[in-house]
């Protein structure tokens, strides 16, 4: 019975971890997704374009709807790829990791 119990709780650490990962905006997951050419079809990333983020600081002043604005038309544009919903986790995260960049 013990030994059940231990599976138990395991798995639903497991699971509540996979599920609560999946959808949580985050600034890693931004960086991943700036230099992952699947956001398009066009085999970029962003990386490609903005290979020194030092350049898109001043992007990280802008509001969020700006932000939001320009990623889409950069991911619709040169990536060749499908807007992200403004409440996506990967727009959430893309935006997160882009305002990070003002204090670097
Ligand atoms: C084909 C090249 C290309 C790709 C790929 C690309 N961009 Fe851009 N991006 C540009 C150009 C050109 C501009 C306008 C000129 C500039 O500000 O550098 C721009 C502007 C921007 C700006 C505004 C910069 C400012 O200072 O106003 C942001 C933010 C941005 N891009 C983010 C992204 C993100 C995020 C991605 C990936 C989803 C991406 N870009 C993919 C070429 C690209």
């Known amino acids: 019975m013990k030994k059940l ?9 497991v ?5 609560i990962g ?6 890693e997951k931004g960086k991943l997704l700036f230099n992952n ?7 970029k990333s962003c990386a490609t374009c903005h290979m020194d983020v030092n ?3 001043s992007a990280a002043a802008y509001d969020e709807d700006k932000l939001v604005n320009i990623i889409n ?3 619709t544009g040169p990536l060749e790829g499908k807007m992200l919903d403004s409440r996506s986790a990967e ?5 997160l990791y882009l305002k990070s960049l003002k204090t670097k």
């Open 5 to 13: 119990t231990g599976l138990v709780i395991c798995g639903s650490i």
């Open 15 to 19: 699971w509540c971890s996979s599920v």
């Open 22 to 27: 999946a959808d949580a905006p985050s600034l």
């Open 37 to 43: 050419e699947k956001l398009g079809t066009s085999g």
């Open 55 to 57: 350049k898109l600081k």
């Open 73 to 75: 038309q950069c991911i």
């Open 91 to 95: 727009m959430k995260s893309l935006v």
